[in-house]
């Protein structure tokens, strides 16, 4: 019962507006108003609570460094609170005020809204005295991590809570804090405009500084969402203390300063409280660190900041701020002429004008100094932050007033108080029923009634609506801030801004002073920069390139577009395919028409093989006509005789097959080339297999095999049937897959590369396979013929011919598989090889003989000699062989003449050529001579 009865009293104290009352309790608040319906209002008017960590009971709170920003916000409140009473908006209701310093901690704030709460009866659960508390309503706190501790203890009774700076997303939770207003928009948005500002200027490769507390946290976690979806990455994250108390600051301070000096990223986003990023920016000042800094709403609009002693030096300052708008009209007189009401008690006022005009022994200290040396050897302590010059000189500092708070505070920044207090005020008009002459309601209402009416609120100011959305926000945007360079120091200019509905970055000025970076220098007498400063972890990829991304989606390799794609922009994430059958090769920018490129005639390879081949038919001709005037000769006979015409014949449709393979293929050249040389070298060869069984069969000693194989010598059915069955295995190839033009396309290359596909390979395969079986039957023949006379041997010639022409072709074969793109050529020198071989071997040495060499050698009588000389030779050492194995003497004789024997009979096959039937004569006058010596 005492308890209850203790607190009459006080309640009598506030309702009659008695002021002298209240020196009956420890009001610890920083203003008082009497009122109908009282508001409360919590803000920092300090920024430190001195010497916490020494605090062992509870004892009452020391709060230091006063806070400008934070008393002008009070009074914007009062100001507005004496606009609504005097204007009849209420019609015979009276708002009140209780404001109380929450010193920028939570636990102060706490306490402080036990204290108002106390006023309205609403922690004494052991009396009701009063049915109905007289704080309907809370505006503050200022810092989220404040704001979060109070709206869980407002949101037990439903007391409604209207905060004008606190933007942390975790207040958007209403099954949590379902009485947290704001007439401000959530940091889900902010983060997102700071992220698509990034994105505007390809800001990609940034750093993060936030605070370690909740606001610190949660807003970091909203940014790197939003950063995540538009591709902005993060070099590093750092943390600081937001308490200014913490033991660790100075060291934290360091370190992220020197995370900032090392790290690439041209572009630092600062979460913080504006006290800690005077004392971050100091350490960056002091080091010469240069960036463009994005500033959160927490100090993107601190006056203080804009002043700090070379601030000018720290880079270019970009942040977003809350819409703001001009000062309530009068409030500057107000601001000017500060004076606490009848019945009000304001001991902010009175702090202040103690901080302003007080006369100190420190600012006595200070004023002397100045009077005896330059003010640039007197510093200026903390306390006289604020001082005047007139201080000591003025009778009553509670009297004074100057322009301090006007020029030294932005003003446009009070305006989310003037909302805050507007939308109670409407709320009421609506809760209370108030028309133009009186408010029917009744005052004495629960808070949660006028959560309800603030939650529907929508008035119109300025031109502009203003509303609660679902969770509580007003959606008003955000001021694009740029800080402009001024003498010293900074100005504030809004340069753009933010539109929540269309979620879009608005720049509305180009000439943006960026700041001198590390990258970027300064010119001369300008303190703009037009030129965006650059933070990108990868140089732009220029047209003919990609990205590839590596490690993290911001950070990307420039690779080349692979053939068949291309970019014509800086910056492509991807190349493009080739359109409408062009093409392009790696790291083009472009895509062109496929160009034919085939075996032409001025390539240079062409050129030799065609001069060669030219040479070639030249001395086919030079041949031919010399074979033509010898024809009569001996030699001309052991050659062959008109065998060679038939022989050259065969070589000139080989060359002619040489041409068809440079230029433009078609299906018929291609088909006409394999069959000319096909059947013209098959002629030739043919031609040359009848020269070698001649001298086989001339010189054959056994009667047996030489009979045999007599039957088996008919020239010109030899040549026919061999050059026929190479015909029916041409015929049979161009009939069941013939040679034809194929288009050979490379990946690597602009060209379509038109050859003459074989067709079957077993078709191409059996036709050089046929010849290269007749030449090996050549070759053994010759083989076996090889002792003939020496200056008349053929068989020499046509080993070696079919030799080369072997050698050639097995060479061929691997490299026409290998090599698609120069078979044609590697064709073509195939076969001048071996029609070379065949010109060299059986030509030019008979033109040689016909045209250098005495006719006394190469006569009939001394050919006869030569073969008359080689039986008896050959005879002699077949019968000294034969003799080792014998042991009669008889034995010899009967070989010697068995041997005669054979050399006539293999002459007399024979008879039907002239130059044998010479041979003949020879042999039959070297068999007399031996029989008679025998």
């Given at each position: 019962m005492f308890l209850c009865m203790s607190w009459i009293p006080l309640v009598l104290c506030v309702i009659l507006g008695l002021v002298s009352c209240c020196d009956y309790f420890d009001f610890q608040c920083g203003a008082l108003a009497p009122g109908d319906v009282l508001i409360g209002v919590l803000k920092p008017c300090h920024e430190k609570v001195e010497d916490l960590e020494k605090r062992l009971g509870p004892q009452r709170y020391n709060c230091t460094d006063f806070h400008l920003l934070s008393f002008v916000e009070t009074l914007a409140i009062i100001n507005t609170i004496e606009t609504i009473n005097n204007s009849g908006f209420l019609p015979g209701i009276r708002l009140g005020y209780v404001i109380c310093d929450s010193c920028a901690y939570s636990s102060t704030a706490l306490k402080k809204v036990q204290e108002m709460l106390t006023i309205n009866d609403t922690l004494s659960v052991q009396c009701d005295i009063v049915n109905q508390p007289l704080v309907k309503v809370i505006i503050g706190e200022r810092y989220s991590e404040v704001s979060i501790s109070v709206a869980r203890l407002l949101s037990i009774n439903m007391i409604p809570q209207i905060s004008t700076t606190s933007s942390s997303a975790t207040l958007d939770d209403k099954l949590r804090f379902p009485s947290f207003l704001r007439t401000i928009p959530s940091d889900t948005h902010q983060t997102q405009a700071m992220a698509q500002l990034m994105a505007h200027y390809s800001w990609n490769w940034v750093g993060v500084v936030s605070g370690d507390d909740d606001y610190g946290k949660a807003a970091l976690q909203s940014f790197l969402k939003d950063a995540d979806d538009l591709k902005v990455c993060l070099e590093f994250e750092e943390v600081l203390p937001q308490d200014l108390n913490n033991a660790n600051i100075q060291s934290r301070i360091l370190k992220v300063a020197n995370k900032i000096e090392?790290?690439?990223?041209?572009?630092?986003?600062?979460?913080?409280?504006?006290?800690?990023?005077?004392?971050?920016f100091k350490e960056i000042i002091r080091r010469g660190i240069t960036r463009i800094w994005i500033a959160s709403d927490g100090w993107s609009m601190s006056q203080h900041l804009t002043n700090i002693k070379g601030i000018n030096k720290v880079g270019g300052i970009l942040g977003f701020s809350f819409i703001t708008s001009s000062p309530t009209p009068g409030f500057k007189d107000y601001l000017k002429n500060l004076t606490s009401g009848p019945g009000v008690v304001n001991r902010l006022i009175e702090e202040y004008k103690d901080l302003r005009f007080k006369c100190t022994p420190e600012a006595q200290e200070q004023k002397d100094c100045l009077a005896k040396v330059p003010p640039s050897t007197c510093p200026?302590?903390?306390?006289?932050?604020?001082?005047?010059?007139?201080?000591?000189?003025?009778p009553n500092a509670q009297e004074a007033n100057d322009d301090y708070l006007v020029d030294h505070v932005n003003l446009n920044l009070t305006y989310?108080?003037?909302?805050?207090?507007?939308?109670?005020?409407?709320?009421?008009?609506?809760?209370?029923?108030?028309?133009?002459?009186?408010?029917?309601?009744?005052?004495?209402?629960?808070?949660?009634?006028?959560?309800?009416?603030?939650?529907?609120?929508?008035?119109?100011?300025?031109?502009?609506?203003?509303?609660f959305d679902k969770s509580g926000n007003f959606v008003n945007g955000y001021d694009l801030i740029n800080w402009v360079r001024d003498k010293n120091g900074r100005k504030l200019e809004i340069v753009g801004g933010y539109n929540v509905m269309k979620r879009i970055v608005e720049v509305k000025h180009n000439n943006i002073d960026w700041g001198a970076s590390n990258k970027t220098q300064k010119p001369k007498g300008s303190y703009h920069f037009l030129q965006t400063p650059e933070s990108i972890c990868s140089k732009p990829c220029p047209p003919g390139t990609a990205k590839k991304i590596v490690q993290i989606h911001c950070c990307y390799d420039c690779t080349d577009c692979e053939p068949g794609t291309y970019s014509n922009i800086t910056n492509q994430e991807n190349c493009q395919p080739c359109p409408n059958n062009t093409w392009s090769m790696k790291g083009w920018d472009h895509c062109e028409n496929r160009t034919e490129d085939y075996f032409k005639w001025n390539d240079p390879s062409a050129v030799a093989l065609l001069t060669i081949s030219g040479i070639g038919f030249l001395l086919l001709f030079s041949v031919l006509i010399i074979l033509v005037v010898g024809r009569h000769s001996t030699v001309f006979k052991v050659a062959g005789g008109n065998l060679c015409f038939v022989m050259i014949a065969g070589l000139a449709v080989s060359f002619g097959a040489v041409i068809l393979f440079v230029g433009r293929p078609t299906n018929d050249i291609c088909k006409s080339r394999q069959t000319m040389y096909g059947l013209g070298f098959t002629l030739s060869v043919s031609c040359i297999l009848?020269?070698?069984?001649?001298?086989?069969?001339?010189?054959?000693?056994?009667?047996?095999?030489?009979?045999?194989?007599?039957?088996?010598?008919?020239?010109?059915?030899?040549?026919?049937?061999?050059?026929?069955?190479?015909?029916?295995?041409?015929?049979?190839?161009?009939?069941?897959?013939?040679?034809?033009?194929?288009?050979?396309?490379?990946?690597?290359?602009?060209?379509i590369e038109l050859q003459c596909n074989e067709g079957s390979n077993w078709g191409f395969g059996i036709m050089l396979s046929y010849i290269s079986l007749l030449a090996f039957i050549c070759f053994i023949l010759a083989l076996k013929g090889r002792k003939v006379p020496q200056r008349y041997n053929e068989t020499g010639y046509i080993i070696f011919s079919m030799v080369i022409y072997l050698f050639v072709w097995i060479c061929f074969i691997p490299i026409y598989v290998t090599?698609?793109?120069?078979?044609?050529?590697?064709?073509?020198?195939?076969?001048?090889?071996?029609?070379?071989?065949?010109?060299?071997?059986?030509?030019?040495?008979?033109?040689?003989?016909?045209?250098?060499?005495?006719?006394?050698?190469?006569?009939?009588?001394?050919?006869?000699?030569?073969?008359?000389?080689?039986?008896?030779?050959s005879t002699d050492s077949t019968s000294v062989a034969r003799l080792s194995d014998s042991t009669t003497t008889t034995n010899l004789t009967e070989t010697g003449a068995n041997s005669v024997k054979k050399v006539f009979s293999t002459i007399n096959t024979i008879q039907k050529w002239d130059v044998l039937k010479t041979i003949d004569s020879s042999c039959n006058t070297r068999r007399r001579l031996r029989t008679k010596s025998i």
């Open positions: 090392s790290s690439k990223a041209e572009v630092v986003l600062l979460i913080l409280k504006e006290q800690v990023v005077e004392q971050l200026i302590p903390k306390s006289l932050e604020f001082k005047s010059d007139l201080a000591c000189t003025l989310r108080e003037t909302l805050a207090t507007w939308s109670i005020a409407h709320a009421l008009r609506s809760l209370l029923k108030c028309n133009q002459s009186d408010c029917s309601g009744d005052t004495h209402f629960p808070p949660w009634k006028l959560l309800q009416e603030l939650k529907r609120i929508n008035f119109t100011k300025d031109g502009h609506t203003f509303f009848v020269k070698a069984l001649r001298t086989f069969l001339a010189f054959l000693t056994d009667p047996v095999q030489h009979h045999k194989m007599k039957k088996l010598y008919k020239p010109p059915i030899i040549i026919i049937c061999g050059t026929a069955i190479q015909g029916l295995i041409c015929v049979f190839w161009l009939i069941f897959d013939s040679p034809k033009v194929v288009q050979r396309i490379s990946d690597q290359t602009m060209y090599k698609n793109q120069q078979r044609s050529a590697i064709q073509a020198f195939a076969i001048i090889v071996s029609n070379s071989g065949i010109i060299f071997c059986h030509f030019l040495p008979k033109c040689y003989m016909i045209l250098c060499k005495n006719k006394e050698h190469i006569s009939k009588q001394t050919y006869l000699e030569r073969v008359r000389i080689f039986s008896i030779t």
